[in-house]
């Protein structure tokens, strides 16, 4: 993961995002009775998991890290990701740790065998490493081909992607929604969201990359998730790990 992806822009990839997002589905039975919102960290990049972590303890809330196994220890274009010790350390602390496939794998061009053993390879180590139960996943790039998509949904609580929008009742859970911390207007965005969120009592699931002073352009500033977490407690978000979130809507793994 040392280059920045680049997503498939060809007509044919255009229209397979557009139609997966109608196949496979698991709606949401049950609709949040209040807002709730996770932040979520994807690819763990030891900025995350050490300054993310921390902004969201100062709180007394905890977060949501995705985790690719097989870049432990690696340095890329987010910085250096974070090791087996820091998963552990952030499971003990309270914090959940996600999957996110082992290799980072691209759902949206893997078949379903390969994907699903990607990810059943990821669960297995990082519970080795102490930093489980694995509950819920996101795909990496938010991306998914229908294969992929029936494979792994419903065998986690919840299977996120990055497509706009809050989780209510019919919110596909082999789909969610997603809004990004990311770039010069990330903050604003997030804010935008927040207050779609809070509106209709729903539950929103913030991500981002590296929390850094000079981020990348898919994480952001400590400042800007500091402000965030106050914005959502300002309003009286729960501040919730996914697990937490779909304990509370009664979502459990088909298997």
Same mark, same amino acid.
């Given at each position: 993961?040392?280059?920045?992806?680049?997503?498939?822009?060809?007509?044919?990839?255009?229209?397979?995002? +557009?139609?997966?997002?109608?196949?496979?589905?698991?709606?949401?039975?049950?609709?949040?009775?209040r807002?709730?919102?996770? #932040?979520?960290?994807?690819?763990?990049?030891?900025?995350?998991?050490?300054?993310?972590?921390?902004?969201?303890?100062?709180c007394?809330?905890?977060?949501?890290?995705?985790?690719?196994?097989?870049?432990?220890?690696?340095?890329?274009?987010?910085?250096? #990701?974070?090791?087996?010790?820091?998963? +552990?350390? /952030?499971?003990?602390?309270?914090?959940?740790?996600?999957?996110?496939? =082992?290799?980072?794998?691209? *759902?949206?061009?893997?078949? @379903?065998?390969?994907?699903?053993?990607?990810?059943?390879?990821?669960?297995e180590?990082?519970?080795?490493?102490?930093?489980?139960?694995?509950?819920?996943?996101?795909?990496? =790039? @938010?991306?998914?081909?229908?294969?992929?998509?029936?494979?792994?949904? @419903?065998?986690?609580?919840?299977?996120?992607? /990055?497509?706009?929008?809050?989780?209510?009742?019919?919110?596909?859970?082999?789909?969610?929604?997603?809004?990004?911390?990311? @770039?010069?207007?990330?903050?604003?965005?997030?804010e935008?969201?927040?207050?779609?969120?809070?509106? +209709?009592k729903?539950?929103?699931?913030? =991500?981002?990359?590296?929390?850094?002073?000079?981020?990348?352009?898919?994480? *952001?500033t400590?400042?800007?998730?500091?402000?965030?977490i106050?914005?959502?407690?300002?309003?009286?978000?729960?501040?919730?790990?996914?697990?937490?979130?779909?304990?509370? /809507?009664?979502?459990?793994?088909?298997?």
């Amino acid at each position: 993961m040392d280059q920045p992806y680049q997503p498939d822009r060809s007509l044919k990839g255009k229209v397979r995002r +557009r139609a997966v997002r109608l196949m496979h589905r698991r709606p949401l039975a049950v609709a949040p009775d209040r807002p709730m919102v996770t #932040f979520s960290f994807d690819d763990a990049p030891r900025s995350a998991a050490e300054t993310g972590a921390r902004l969201l303890e100062a709180c007394g809330a905890r977060g949501v890290f995705y985790v690719s196994a097989g870049l432990a220890g690696d340095e890329g274009h987010m910085g250096p #990701f974070a090791e087996a010790a820091d998963y +552990r350390r /952030l499971a003990e602390a309270g914090h959940e740790i996600a999957c996110h496939t =082992y290799s980072h794998l691209d *759902c949206g061009r893997a078949d @379903g065998r390969t994907a699903s053993l990607d990810a059943a390879r990821n669960v297995e180590t990082l519970s080795s490493w102490r930093a489980g139960p694995i509950r819920n996943f996101a795909y990496p =790039y @938010g991306d998914v081909a229908p294969a992929p998509k029936a494979a792994l949904g @419903g065998r986690y609580a919840t299977l996120r992607a /990055l497509h706009h929008g809050v989780i209510t009742a019919g919110t596909d859970l082999n789909q969610t929604p997603a809004v990004g911390i990311e @770039g010069p207007d990330g903050q604003a965005v997030a804010e935008r969201w927040l207050a779609e969120a809070l509106a +209709r009592k729903a539950w929103l699931i913030l =991500y981002t990359h590296d929390v850094r002073p000079e981020p990348s352009p898919y994480g *952001c500033t400590p400042e800007v998730l500091a402000r965030l977490i106050d914005r959502a407690q300002a309003d009286g978000f729960d501040i919730v790990t996914a697990a937490e979130a779909s304990r509370r /809507l009664q979502i459990a793994p088909a298997a």
